[in-house]
Nanobody, 116 residues
Framework: VELVESGGGLVQAGGSLRLSCVVF??????????IGWYRQDSGKQRELVAL???????TYADSLKGRFTISSDNAKNTVYLQMNNLKSDDTAVYYC?????????WGRGTQVTVSS
């Protein structure tokens, strides 16, 4: 299984970005797995951003509710993270994550930098 992220970049505070993560190498539909996003800033622990479970429930970090939205397109095997009203504290490497039958997979990450 391979997770490939895209969509990161440099954006001004208050701006928006949409991250994408394509899942390769699994015969499972992404709506049958837990999949989502984590982020990690330099010197900090990796933290949950948002997750869609195999039961189609969504979980968000409390501090991000209302600004970030996770969604998926099963036909494209892709999960998205829409990020609005970005703040400098959102600067981090964003990693796609998937739990496929109990095995955790991670993408290589995509850098998001928010300038103030």
């Amino acid at each position: 299984v391979e997770l490939v992220e895209s969509g990161g970049g440099l954006v001004q505070a208050g701006g928006s970005l949409r991250l994408s993560c394509v899942v390769f190498g699994t015969t499972s539909s992404i709506n049958a797995i837990d999949i989502g996003w984590y982020r990690q800033d330099s010197g900090k622990q990796r933290e949950l951003v948002a997750l869609i479970s195999s039961q189609n429930t969504t979980t968000y970090a409390d501090s991000l509710k209302g600004r970030f939205t996770i969604s998926s397109d099963n036909a494209k095997n892709t999960v998205y993270l829409q990020m609005n009203n970005l703040k400098s504290d959102d600067t981090a490497v964003y990693y796609c994550y998937a739990d496929v039958f109990g095995i955790n997979y991670w993408g290589r990450g995509t850098q998001v930098t928010v300038s103030s």
